[in-house]
């Protein structure tokens, strides 16, 4: 059941880069999969809960010069690409993320 289909007010219907990020987005996390590229995990499926810093330490992406960096809890516990987890919340950087498609 998912819990969250709301966009934030200001953001345009839009998907990917095009898309203005903000609290109450329902987003995916795209995992960098450079490691890890057998994997099956599903990215996963989250809303935007509260912005972060603009410069640290993401969870599942270095962070390159200044970007901004994004709070997202999880519809499910999510388990990461090496395992750990189950996580319920990561701070993830922007350029990971996408709009969820409309269901």
């Known amino acids: 059941m998912a819990l969250w289909k709301r966009r934030p007010a200001t953001a345009p219907a839009a998907s990917g880069a095009d898309a203005a ?9 795209r995992l960098d999969r450079s490691r890890y590229p057998d994997s ?5 499926i989250g809303v935007i809960t509260a912005p972060g810093e603009l410069v640290g330490s993401a969870l599942y992406a270095p962070v390159v010069g200044r970007e901004a960096i994004w709070v997202v809890h999880f519809e499910e516990p999510f388990y ?4 750990s987890g189950p996580h319920e919340s990561a701070r993830v950087s922007q350029r990971s993320l996408e709009a969820a498609p409309e269901s």
Do not use: A, E, S
């Open 80 to 83: 990461g690409l090496d395992g």
């Open 21 to 29: 990020f903000g609290v109450g987005m329902q987003v995916v996390v």
């Open 40 to 44: 099956m995990v599903d990215d996963p």
